[in-house]
């Protein structure tokens, strides 16, 4: 792996292979939950959509699937397509089959909160808790209703946020009142969108809603649910994952310096203002940045 940029707020973490990638963003997934947990009792992430939820798999695997203390976690979708939970399109769904289903295969074995602490205390009195891994608690994950409009979706999704930001299972910004997330893990497409922020849409300028809603994505499915720039830049940590030499123009264009001109590149304004944000990129896909040749 190549570590461009030493900045403390931006870090450049290129990788000879996807299965390297993916093997340093579970290190990197485990090591903030862990941080998090131990200072905040909670870790809450957010999640997108795309090939993110495969390049995350390790994570059902050993040692994560036992070590991690999945009863901590708290998972949001930093967007979602408004379609049917069981639809192929729905970012709930990919995480689910691609992560959730992996660690626990049944349905029933995820647990309803006051089970899991009935066994958290028996386990915790057998000081075996690490030992046997916990499952992720129903209740804590946090998909949208998707048996309303895109815009109750949002306003629904926002006000879900407020009550769990009251009781700090969110921490707050100290420097707005925006909610901020542990992590924000995003993908990015080849026309340099993140989550459902898309080149040259209102939706970048929203400054007021913590989640909003679209009805023209210019990816299909047209409706969807989004954070904010405010949200996303308010989080402790943004990790934006990127394979592939089709975006490889794309993360020029959101990393390099290149002047006034810029085209309209939604990547390009993560900017965490007081948090982290690294790059997880394969070769292919930082082909294209200025200092690439320099870090082969
Ligand atoms: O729901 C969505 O459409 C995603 O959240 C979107 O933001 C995705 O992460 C990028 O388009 C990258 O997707 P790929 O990694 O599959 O190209």
């Excluded at 990790?239 to 309209?264: R, Y």
């Excluded at 993560?270 to 200025?290: I, N, R």
């Amino acid at each position: 792996m190549a570590v461009l940029g030493g900045e403390k707020e931006k870090e450049l973490r290129i990788h000879e292979s996807l299965d390297e990638l993916g093997t340093d963003l579970t290190d990197y997934i485990a090591e903030l939950s862990e941080i998090s947990v131990k200072e905040r009792g909670v870790f809450a992430l957010a999640l997108s959509g795309g090939s993110l939820i495969s390049l995350m798999g390790k994570l059902c695997e050993a040692p994560y699937n036992k070590t991690v203390d999945w009863g901590k976690w708290y998972i949001f979708w930093a967007d979602e397509r408004v379609v049917a939970k069981n639809h192929a399109d729905s970012n709930y769904k990919l995480a689910k089959d691609g992560l959730f289903s992996k660690l626990w295969p049944q349905e029933a074995y995820i647990l309803k909160s006051a089970v899991l602490e009935r066994i958290r205390k028996t386990l915790r009195a057998a000081k075996a808790v690490k030992l046997l891994g916990l499952p992720i608690v129903s209740s804590h994950v946090h998909s949208i209703n998707d048996s309303v409009s895109a815009e109750e979706a949002a306003s629904e999704y926002e006000f879900a946020i407020r009550q769990l930001v009251k009781s700090r299972v969110i921490s707050v910004s100290d420097i707005s009142d925006c909610p901020k997330f542990d992590l924000i893990l995003l993908g990015m497409g080849s026309n340099g969108d993140v989550a459902s922020l898309f080149p040259n849409h209102l939706v970048l300028d929203e400054k007021n809603e913590w989640v909003t809603f679209i009805t023209d994505s210019p990816k299909s499915p047209p409706e969807r649910i989004t954070f904010t720039l405010p949200v996303i830049n308010s989080a402790s940590n943004v990790a934006v994952v990127v394979t592939g030499d089709s975006k490889a123009d794309a993360v020029h264009l959101a990393i390099d310096d290149i002047g006034p001109d810029c085209p309209s590149v939604p990547a390009r304004l993560v900017q965490p203002t007081k948090g982290k944000l690294v790059w997880f990129l394969d070769k292919p896909a930082a082909s294209k940045l200025d200092g690439f040749q320099f870090s082969e």
